[in-house]
């Protein structure tokens, strides 16, 4: 299985994993799940940490290293996928979450319900 983390989920599993649903948690946890974690998502953190909207871990590779998470650029192709997105959602961070996820095959774990309206593959958080 492919994960791809929405923002909060991360924020979730770096610092408060029992916020996650125990059966997300345990597939986010197996080691033959790929599980990845977007620039976007660390875009997003340091943009509301540098408004003071919340702290992000200061060493995010690290942490994402520890946890054996895999980091996943913005390519063109996630572009594309973000032209053909109907326009369900306004959060750009999030709507890109959801294009790198079309394009790659990924599922979306999220707690968003807004997200699932798309033809996405999620994973309730």
């Known amino acids: 299985m492919k994960l791809l983390l929405d923002t909060h989920v991360l924020l ?3 610092g408060r994993p029992q916020r996650i649903r125990a059966e997300t948690r345990r597939r986010i946890e197996q ?10 998502s660390a875009w997003e953190l340091e943009i509301k940490r540098a408004l003071g909207k919340l ?4 060493d995010l590779a690290a942490q994402l290293t520890r946890l054996r998470f895999t980091e996943l650029p913005v390519r063109l192709r996630h572009v594309d996928a973000l032209r053909d997105l109907p326009p369900l959602h306004r959060d750009p961070f999030d709507r890109m979450l959801v294009a790198q996820a079309v394009a790659d095959g990924l599922t979306l774990v999220t707690a968003d319900d807004r997200l699932r309206a798309y033809d996405v593959t999620t994973m309730g958080a």
């Not at 702290?55 to 200061?58: L, Q, V």
Request: charged letters at 10%.
């Open 31 to 40: 080691p033959d799940h790929l599980v990845f974690v977007s620039v976007v």
């Open 55 to 58: 702290r992000a871990p200061p």
């Open 12 to 14: 979730w599993a770096l």
